[in-house]
């Protein structure tokens, strides 16, 4: 079975400072990942997605950037935080580009 | 550009009754529509799907009927349970996937 797994879970950040978000996917080979950001009762932006290793498309900017070093990694970074960035990020895998996506438990961002 | 549109935004039903949660879509090319639970704090949830080639899919307690023409879709939760509240994110996905804005749903026992 395939598990998703994100960290941290929660992180409280200041502003302009820099933050480092993770997932990683167990039980799936060359999996297509995503990046998705949710305010507090919103629907879900999709930020990023990679189809393979080395390779990360952006949909929306929001002065975050996005990588996948490993076939089993996504990592969501950015150098200085703004406060619009708050919310809760979640990182969801696919079989392919046409299949249902599955999403991990999320990590709770707090800019203050 | 709002391409997929859910309402209610909220809905209160009380325990046993049928929830009705509606969505529609713009563009033709999507032919995949995937249903999402989502409790507060939790990732959501893959709940149902249904591809455009079919009219209606059934799992257990919950079922999507789907319009093609129309572009419409809903999904009947029957004999709901307070266990059934929480955000219901209605998707469309063809080669890219778009989500609705959510309906929260209340079961009040």
């Known amino acids: 079975a395939q598990t998703i797994h994100q960290w941290p879970v929660a992180e409280i950040k200041a502003v302009g400072s820099p933050l480092s978000l993770g997932c990683t996917i167990k039980g799936k080979s060359s999996p297509n990942l995503y990046w998705y950001w949710q305010a507090t009762g919103g629907t879900l932006q999709q930020l990023f997605y990679s189809i393979t290793v080395g390779q990360v498309e952006s949909v929306v900017q929001l002065n975050l950037s996005a990588s996948r070093p490993k076939d089993d990694q996504f990592i969501l970074s950015t150098e200085k935080l703004l406060l619009s960035h708050s919310g809760f990020y979640l990182c969801?895998?696919?079989?392919?580009?046409?299949?249902?996506?599955?999403f991990g438990p999320g990590t709770r961002l707090t800019v203050l | 550009q709002q391409q997929v549109r859910q309402s209610p935004q909220s809905l209160t039903v009380w325990e046993g009754e049928t929830a009705i949660l509606n969505c529609s879509y713009e563009?033709?090319?999507?032919?995949?529509f995937p249903w999402y639970q989502q409790f507060p704090g939790e990732g959501p949830a893959l709940l149902i799907s249904i591809r455009s080639v079919s009219d209606k899919k059934e799992d257990g307690r919950f079922t999507i009927f789907f319009n093609k023409r129309e572009k419409k879709l809903s999904l009947h939760i029957t004999d709901s349970q307070p266990g059934d509240s929480a955000t219901y994110f209605c998707a469309a996905s063809g080669e890219k996937i778009t989500f609705g804005a959510g309906t929260k749903l209340t079961i009040k026992p």
């Open positions: 969801a895998w696919s079989r392919d580009s046409y299949a249902e996506q599955f």
């Open positions: 563009d033709s090319t999507f032919n995949y």
